[in-house]
């Protein structure tokens, strides 16, 4: 099982310019997650998907858009990417979204920079 | 006040020391306790997982949590060269986890 996997692995991006980073986990896993990891900042939830078909904003939503594609997959979408976006933007999952705090295993991230 | 507080080192201490690694949290509504490991430019790995007062141990590794003092801590024994990352904690009770910031451990040989 590969777990958790991440596309691309590292992005340089001109402000304006949109990407779409994409994540996919093999483990069956019903619910799936985007984080950015910022130095200092820790990890903040921008947005998750408690199941297929549903999407929800976490801490850091604001430029940014989902989509849970199907059970497998779930990407995050720049429109417009500003420098405020560089970051290490890391997709999670976990079997379930309880809503009491759920194991989540990790990809290995996506370096972003935006000029 | 931040949910939940880590000190974010770094801490450096000598092969074989044993480590201890703490983070605090403000709100009586979390109940669930999760440490994850991450090296440098990899993702998270879960570490260990509790969701009780007491110790729990795996291997080298203790758990440890105090819900009185909202206090949970992480002990590694016989610290390694390889155990040089980033420790978080994570903390769910009432909504998504809470991540501490981290504390970065080094290790030397």
């Known amino acids: 099982n590969a777990g958790v996997t991440q596309t691309p692995k590292f992005q340089v991006l001109k402000t304006g310019q949109s990407m779409t980073l994409q994540c996919a986990q093999d483990m069956n896993h019903n619910s799936m997650y985007w984080y950015r990891q910022d130095p200092g900042m820790g990890l903040r939830l921008i947005y998750y998907?408690?199941?297929?078909?549903?999407?929800d904003k976490g801490e850091v939503p604001n430029g940014y858009n989902v989509s849970r594609l199907n059970k497998r997959e779930f990407s995050l979408r720049l429109e417009s990417a500003a420098p405020s976006q560089t970051s290490v933007y890391f997709c999670?999952?976990?079997?379930?979204?309880?809503?009491?705090?759920?194991?989540?295993?990790f990809g290995p991230g996506t370096r972003l920079l935006v000029l | 006040q931040k949910e939940v507080e880590q000190d974010p080192g770094p801490l450096s201490v000598p092969e074989g020391a044993i480590v201890s690694l703490n983070c605090t949290y403000s709100?009586?509504?979390?109940?669930?306790f999760m440490w994850y490991r991450q090296y440098s430019r990899k993702g998270p790995e879960l570490l260990m997982y509790t969701y009780s007062s007491g110790n729990k141990e795996d291997g080298r590794f203790t758990a440890q949590v105090d819900k009185s003092s909202k206090y949970i801590s992480l002990f590694i024994r016989d610290s390694q060269p390889s155990d040089s990352a980033t420790y978080l904690c994570a903390i769910g009770g009432y909504s998504t986890l809470t991540f501490g910031k981290g504390t970065m451990l080094l290790v030397s040989p």
């Open positions: 998907s408690a199941s297929e078909g549903t999407t």
């Open positions: 999670a999952s976990s079997e379930l979204y309880t809503g009491q705090g759920e194991t989540q295993y």
């Open positions: 709100n009586s509504a979390f109940q669930y």
